[in-house]
C-alpha cells in the first residue's frame, strides 16, 4: 500500500515538473543594497492561478509578471531588470515604476495654485515629466504590510519634493486576486494645497517581454475622445473625436495597423503617446477603460479604473541598448504602457478635470490590471 501511495505522488511530481515550463523566477538577492538608508527587497506575490509578480520596494516598481497563456505555460510579460544595478545602471525608461507627483508632462515645469507660483524641474526638454529629476520612481518606499498576495507601500514626500508644495503621504497597495487581477490602490493627503497624478509604468508585451512585437495585439480602448498634443507632447487644451483617426481604438484593431500613419499626432509621439478621454457614466466608478489580446499566445489583459484618462504609449523611445531580464533586449516598439490617470498638464490647462488637492481631501485611485485567456 504505502509502495503504491509514494507511487502515486511520485507521477503526480513528475507530471507537475515536466506538464508546464516554470521559468525561474528572479534571484531576490540581487535586490539586496542599501540605498538613502533603506534596505531595497524584492517581493513575491503569488495567487491560486499560476499568477507570480514580484515587485521591489525600489520606486514601488514591478519586476516581473508570470502570466500563463493558453496552454497554462507561464511567461513574464512586463519590462524589467535582473538586479537593482540593472535598474540604477540603465537609462530611465520607468520600467514597471511608480509614477509621482505628476504623471506625465507639466508644460514648463510650472504651475499656479491661488497666488503662488511653483517651478518644478525641467527633465524632459522645457517640460516636467513624470515626478521630475528624482520622483516617486526613483524613492525608497516603506513595507507596511505583506501577504502572499499583497503588498501595502508607503512613501512621505517632503514640502517641496521636486519644487511641488506640501507634505504629501502616499499609500499604495499591490493586491493580486484569485481571479488573477493586481488591484493597485492609491490613496493619498497633504497638509497643503497641492496637485497629484499617481500611475503604473508597467511595459507590457502579450508574448513575453523581449520576445518580439506588440503591433499585432488588439487593442480596445473605451473612448470617444483624445488629448491632441504640440511638438513637445503638451495637450493643446481640446477634446479631438477619435473617429476617422489612427486614434480610433472602439473596436479591437491591431496596433500597427495604423502606427505608420501620415498624421501629425502619430509624428509628434512617434507612434502612440497620447492620453485618452475615458467614456464614463460617473466621475467615481471603476470601469473598463481599455484591452490588449495577443492571438498567438490567446492571453487578454484588461484595464479597469476611475480615473478621467489612460495614456496609451507604444515605447517609441526605446533602443534596447540595456539587456533587461535573462538578457533579453526591450528595442522600439516592443512593449505597450496603459497608464491610468488625470490628464498630462491639467494644472495649466481650466477645462481638464481638476488635479487639486486640499488638506481636507483624500485623493484615491485605482488600477486593475486583469488577465485571462481566449481560445
Ligand atoms: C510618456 C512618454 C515617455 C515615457 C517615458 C510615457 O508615459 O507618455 O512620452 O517618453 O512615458 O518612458
Redesign the pocket.
Known sequence: MKTAIFQFILVIFLFSCTSKPVPPTINPQAFDKVIDGKQVKLYTLKNQKGMEITVTNWGGRIVSWLVPDKNGVREDVVFGYDSINGYLNAK???FGAS?GRY???IAKGEFSIGDIHYKLAQN?GVNS??GGVNGFSKKMWDVVQKSAGELSLKLVSPDMDEGYPGELSVSMVYRLTNDNELVIQYDAKCDKPTIINL?N?SYFNLHGAGNGTILDHQLTINADFFTPIDST?IPTGELTPVGNTPFDFRTPTPIGSRINSEDQQIRF?LGY??NYVLNKKTDQNVSLAASVFEPESGRLLEVFTDQPGI?F?T???LDGKYPGKKGKTYGYRTGL?L?TQHF?NSPNQPKFPTVQLDPDQVYAHTCIYKFSVKK
Open positions: 530611465e525608461n520607468y509614477i504623471g506625465n508632462r524632459n515629466l513624470h500611475t509604468h507632447l509621439g503617446d497620447i495614456q504609449y515605447g517609441n523611445f504602457c497608464e498630462p
